[in-house]
């Protein structure tokens, strides 16, 4: 069996059999469409034939097998509304005497009514397709249905409400598609990702815990054919949050001073976060895994902060390979009185009891740690 994508790229090459066999099944379903828009039958069969010729003329622009039933949807939308013109239909209101027209002129909102519309149990859908549509009065359908006027008046209301709903969903959900879209489009300008990079990561979360940001997109893109690969992940406001790139083709550039590697990583966190040097006064330098280590913190009574500021890390050449956003916190609670550290050292002694053993003083936890086994006193520990 021949599927949708072979068919399309057969009419793309002018094999008029095969877009009649794309469309076939699907003419009822326009002629659906259609007649939400104008009452007579023979002007929806005219917009739903305008539209097939459109399609076929513009078939060629379809690049994706699985659009193909809504793009033509929208053409039939389109040319419904180009027929309707400044015509009006009906506004959808809780008061059976507002009869305020509606110009529709946002497929979008018009195909999130249909799907809201199909989301609705028979009956409901049937009461608003005589209200709306029909143009009945209240007392009309619930004599034609032999429904209590009382009940026609709560199931309308009901199904107004249902709409409503599901319409803001719809809404709400293409906001967030747009917002996505918009934060992809910032990282690939601010970092350059070419055309033959393949967005493989397009993600976006709300409410996230990390920081006091809500919401997140995270993007990542590789090169075709290699493992170069560019990941950024931007807040709902489009602020910088995460950052990395694929460095092995850096290797071979010219190595620059910790002072100019230093002054590019400044650079990079001013660019992002303007007056972030100031609001984050601590600063760390080192090394790590082969790259120039960023640290910059908040500081309380001279003391940095712990998970607020950023971190950048800087390849040798001066290129930021990475970057990683904390933000700010409220300053902690300061005490009144500090006891002195020799006092303190004088009553740790007199209270602790101490042993001797051997351990293994790791690089990552003690200042002097060599990953070597060291004779050393340790602390008592009660059951």
């Not at 917009?47 to 399609?55: G, R």
């Not at 990079?268 to 640290?295: I, K, Q, S, V």
């Not at 293994?360 to 070597?372: I, S």
Request: aromatic letters at 8%; a negative charge; charged letters at 25%.
């Amino acid at each position: 069996m021949i599927d949708a994508q072979q068919q399309i790229n057969a009419a793309q090459n002018g094999d008029h059999d095969a877009f009649v066999s794309l469309i076939k099944d699907r003419t009822d379903k326009l002629h659906r469409v259609a007649r939400h828009y104008v009452r007579e039958s023979k002007d929806a069969e005219d917009i739903v034939q305008d539209a097939l010729v459109k399609a076929y003329e513009s078939l060629q622009t379809l690049q994706q097998a699985e659009a193909f039933e809504s793009w033509l949807t929208r053409i039939v939308v389109n040319r419904a509304l180009n027929h309707l013109e400044k015509s009006k239909r009906v506004h959808l209101s809780e008061d059976p005497q507002a009869q305020e027209p509606l110009v529709v002129n946002d497929i979008d909102q018009t195909l999130d009514l249909e799907r809201a519309l199909a989301s609705l149990n028979p009956k409901l859908r049937q009461l608003l397709f005589l209200k709306y549509k029909k143009d009945l009065t209240q007392q009309q359908i619930a004599h034609l249905l032999d429904m209590p006027l009382g009940t026609v008046k709560t199931q309308l209301r009901k199904g107004l409400e249902h709409l409503r709903n599901e319409m803001v969903q719809d809404f709400l959900e293409r906001d967030m598609d747009t917002l996505r879209l918009q934060l992809r489009q910032q990282a690939e300008h601010q970092f350059a990702v070419s055309s033959d990079y393949d967005l493989i990561v397009n993600d976006y979360q709300e409410n996230t815990m990390r920081g006091t940001w809500k919401g997140e997109a995270g993007f990542l893109w590789v090169k075709t054919g290699s493992d170069d690969a560019v990941s950024a992940t931007l807040s709902r406001d489009g602020n910088l949050l995460d950052y990395a790139i694929s460095w092995a083709a850096l290797d071979n550039e010219t190595w620059l001073s910790e002072e100019e590697l230093k002054q590019q990583a400044e650079q990079f966190l001013e660019d992002h976060y303007p007056g972030a040097l100031r609001n984050f006064p601590y600063c760390e330098m080192e090394w790590m895994e082969g790259m120039f280590g960023y640290t910059r913190q908040q500081k309380a009574m001279g003391l940095p902060l712990p998970e607020t500021g950023c971190l950048i890390m800087v390849h040798p050449s001066g290129r930021v390979v990475g970057f990683r956003y904390y933000g700010t916190v409220p300053g902690p609670a300061l005490p009144t009185m500090i006891t002195p550290e020799e006092e303190q050292m004088a009553c740790m002694k007199a209270n602790f009891l101490l042993h001797v053993e051997y351990c293994v003083l790791d690089k990552a936890v003690y200042t002097d740690g060599d990953d070597q086994v060291h004779l050393v006193y340790a602390p008592e520990i009660e059951d």
